[in-house]
């Protein structure tokens, strides 16, 4: 049965309801219903939990991922959501090559003469990363996170320009690439860069006369998925699950929103927005790069969020 509970949240929701946000087009499930999504990294974690609720949409569901037998696994989950198993492609895609890329637009498109909606999810993790590292691990980073972005984007802007519906382009970044903490410097500036691409994509989409697609940049908090649970088997009480942040998603989408700044079971949007800015008063203020972790600001940023929280 198709679930079309998906719509606008509630005027006022503690989900980050901005006025501005209905600037950009909604995107609502009356949008989407019928119509095919694809997503890369679409296997397991918030990409296939995705995958799960656009199926009960009554979507058509095109999974790109690397792992070849955790897209079988996918389909034995989605199967049972679709409407048909010819509703679902799944197909093992390298985001970090461009051909790949378009070879998936031309799958999805020859399935299903539509895309309302592209993800761009895959992601690779590291940890403990320093700028001088190696070529390789830089290479490997950003060869996916950043640039398999740009190449979902370049495969398949153009032609969900040309369609006369409303559409949406998903690119998922991380806090990371907004406050840039120490320690993990590659992952940060790919998600760094997903994060400006998809603002000059935004950007450039609202120059397009009559264009209906509009660009959304999601930030995850703390999520409990393969690639962050480093052998944990038991989701923390602190994070957010897939699925959680799939249907905060959506609510977002829903409301025009642009940025997608979820929060989790830790950190409130409060403390999120606490966070970025300070960050930005870095450069206004001239003070030390990443002073929240510098020894003679640690505790001036800790009276900053404690004032901030004060009645």
Same mark, same amino acid.
């Given at each position: 049965?198709? @679930?079309?509970?998906?719509?606008?949240?509630?005027?006022?929701?503690?989900?980050?309801?901005?006025?501005?946000?209905a600037?950009?087009? $909604?995107?609502?499930?009356?949008?989407?219903?019928?119509?095919?999504?694809?997503?890369?990294?679409?296997?397991?974690?918030?990409?296939?939990?995705?995958?799960?609720?656009?199926?009960?949409?009554?979507?058509?569901?095109?999974?790109? @991922?690397?792992?070849?037998?955790?897209?079988?696994?996918?389909?034995?989950t989605?199967?049972?959501?679709?409407?048909?198993?010819? %509703?679902?492609?799944?197909?093992?895609?390298?985001?970090?090559?461009?051909?790949?890329?378009?070879?998936?637009?031309?799958?999805?498109?020859?399935?299903?003469?539509?895309?309302?909606?592209?993800?761009?999810?895959?992601?690779?993790? #590291?940890?403990g990363?320093?700028?001088? %590292?190696?070529?390789?691990?830089?290479?490997?980073?950003?060869?996916?996170?950043?640039?398999?972005?740009?190449? =979902?984007?370049?495969?398949? $802007?153009?032609?969900?320009?040309?369609? %006369?519906?409303?559409?949406?382009?998903?690119?998922? =970044?991380?806090?990371?690439?907004?406050?840039?903490?120490?320690?993990?410097?590659?992952? #940060?500036?790919?998600?760094a860069?997903?994060?400006?691409?998809?603002?000059?994509?935004?950007?450039?989409?609202?120059?397009? @006369?009559?264009c209906?697609?509009? $660009?959304?940049?999601?930030?995850?908090?703390?999520?409990?998925t393969?690639?962050?649970?480093?052998?944990?088997?038991?989701?923390?009480?602190?994070?957010?699950?897939?699925?959680?942040v799939?249907?905060?998603?959506?609510?977002?989408?829903?409301?025009?929103?642009?940025?997608?700044?979820?929060?989790?079971?830790?950190?409130?949007?409060?403390?999120?927005?606490?966070?970025?800015?300070?960050? $930005?008063? @870095?450069?206004?203020?001239?003070?030390?790069?990443?002073?929240?972790?510098?020894?003679?600001?640690?505790?001036?940023?800790?009276?900053?969020?404690?004032?901030?929280?004060?009645?």
């Open positions: 049965m198709t @679930d079309t509970t998906f719509s606008r949240a509630p005027d006022g929701a503690d989900r980050g309801a901005n006025p501005n946000a600037i950009q087009e $909604a995107i609502t499930a009356a949008d989407l219903g019928g119509r095919a999504a694809v997503i890369t990294g679409g296997a397991k974690g918030i990409g296939l939990s995705t995958a799960s609720r656009l199926a009960r949409l009554g979507m058509k569901i095109c999974l790109a @991922d690397t792992d070849a037998g955790a897209l079988e696994k996918a389909r034995d989605l199967v049972p959501l679709l409407a048909s198993p010819e %509703d679902l492609r799944v197909e093992v895609v390298d985001v970090s090559s461009l051909e790949e890329m378009r070879r998936l637009k031309d799958l999805a498109y020859g399935a299903f003469g539509d895309v309302a909606l592209l993800m761009n999810n895959a992601g690779v993790e #590291s940890s990363m320093k700028p001088w %590292d190696g070529p390789e691990a830089w290479d490997r980073i950003l060869s996916v996170n950043l640039m398999g972005v740009v190449h =979902g984007v370049q495969a398949f $802007a153009e032609a969900m320009i040309q369609q %006369d519906a409303p559409s949406a382009i998903v690119n998922v =970044g991380s806090k990371e690439g907004i406050t840039t903490p120490p320690g993990n410097a590659a992952y #940060s500036v790919s998600k860069g997903v994060k400006v691409l998809t603002e000059q994509l935004a950007h450039e989409l609202r120059q397009i @006369d009559g209906r697609v509009s $660009a959304h940049l999601l930030v995850p908090g703390f999520t409990f393969s690639l962050t649970a480093r052998g944990r088997t038991e989701k923390p009480e602190e994070a957010w699950t897939p699925d959680q799939a249907e905060f998603m959506l609510e977002s989408m829903g409301r025009g929103d642009f940025y997608i700044l979820c929060p989790d079971n830790s950190v409130s949007r409060e403390v999120d927005e606490l966070r970025i800015r300070w960050a $930005a008063e @870095d450069l206004i203020q001239n003070r030390p790069a990443l002073s929240r972790w510098h020894p003679n600001f640690e505790g001036s940023f800790a009276k900053y969020v404690e004032d901030a929280k004060k009645p």
